[in-house]
């Protein structure tokens, strides 16, 4: 039976990325050595490396200003690192869900933390969009894509600071004007390698304004000098994000896997919609089209458990919700061909019929 892969990360990845990957674990760009085994520092994957900044600096238009580094620890460690690097005083905080609020918890053992708004108390459903942001702030921070609420931000706020984001979970759906960002940041696990390599982008002049001592693993310009060769860098996972990122030019860049996404989401929240056993859990302005959450109607409650078990049977994989939210997520990332959208539609379709 065909498995259509919902997880929400770690994540479908592109079958160009799996095989390329499989075929340098067995013999790394002719060495005769496994890619798991090379030296980091072996002019093959330096090169590697090399050639994985220049893609993202091309898909993602990174001016000069920027420099794009590699490392491990994932997002969770860059709660920490971009305060410390970035926080002299005070920062604002954008609450939007789970992961934005362990950032603050983090941001606020460097310096005031300012959380200018917050849709807690409607279960993360929405993103905000009345509020202020200090101009004495260092620095806002954002997260554009919610992955356990479905929520997303579709138009990047304006404000008189530097901005600060973690794109996690839709970095590379959609072009992005990094010169607006002092820092951005990235976890691998959902739109671009296995779990283990973090992308950081960050503007050049954002960096050695802090006071205070940083430790050299936790200094971004540790990495920017050493070209995130400092030390040991997830060798497999970097492999695959190339891969993943060369992959991407080849479908046409963002633009094309924007177009993709906008119309994945599109047929998927329509089904939601017109289904009378469903309904969606995020407001519809704020809809993620990277992760689409969905509950059963009131009335049709009973038919959760059974559903899941349906959807599994015909190859559903990995679309239970979150406990936070409950119900179903259907994360459809950019490796997500829409012929797996619409195998769940029909799926949905079909249960709709025997209820």
């Given amino acids: 039976m065909k498995k259509y892969n919902f997880y929400a990360g770690p994540s479908i990845l592109s079958q160009y990325t799996i095989k390329s990957t499989a075929e340098a674990i067995l013999d790394f760009a ?33 001016p000069a200003t920027h420099d794009v580094i590699f490392l491990g620890g994932g997002a969770s460690l860059q709660f ?106 990235a976890g691998a696990q959902k739109n671009l390698a296995p779990s283990g390599v973090t992308i950081i982008i960050v503007r050049k002049d954002a960096l050695n304004r802090m006071d205070r001592p940083i430790p050299t693993m936790l200094n971004y310009m ?38 993709k996404n906008e119309e994945k989401a599109a047929v998927l929240y329509d089904e939601i919609d017109r289904n009378k056993l469903f309904k969606g859990t995020a407001e519809k302005e704020d809809r993620s089209l990277m992760n689409v959450c969905f509950v059963m109607n009131d009335e049709y409650k009973d038919l959760e458990s059974e559903f899941a078990s349906f959807a599994a049977a015909a190859g559903m994989t990995g679309i239970k919700g979150h406990r936070s939210v409950g119900g179903f997520r259907a994360s459809i990332y950019n490796a997500m061909p829409i012929e797996s959208v619409k195998a769940l539609i029909q799926t949905m379709h079909e249960f709709e019929k025997q209820h």
């Fill in 30 to 62: 002719g060495t005769g050595l496994s890619l798991m085994e090379v030296s980091h520092r072996s002019k093959e994957f330096v090169a590697v490396c090399d050639e994985a900044r220049n893609l993202v600096k091309e898909l993602l238009d990174v």
């Fill in 80 to 185: 920490c690192m971009v305060p410390y690097n970035l926080l002299k005083k005070k920062a604002s905080y954008l609450d939007t869900g789970t992961w934005a609020s362990k950032a603050i918890k983090e941001a606020k053992l460097f310096g005031e933390v300012e959380v200018v708004a917050s849709s807690k108390e409607k279960n993360y459903n929405f993103i905000p969009k009345d509020y202020t942001v200090s101009d004495d702030s260092d620095y806002f921070h954002i997260t554009t894509n919610n992955t356990i609420y479905g929520t997303q931000i579709h138009r990047i706020p304006q404000v008189n600071v530097p901005l600060v984001a973690d794109m996690s979970s839709d970095i590379f759906s959609r072009p992005t004007d990094v010169s607006k960002y002092d820092a951005i940041y």
């Fill in 222 to 259: 540790t990495h920017v000098e050493k070209e995130s060769m400092f030390n040991t860098p997830p060798v497999v996972p970097l492999y695959a994000a190339m891969q993943t990122l060369k992959w991407y030019k080849e479908q046409g860049g963002i633009p094309a896997i924007q177009k």
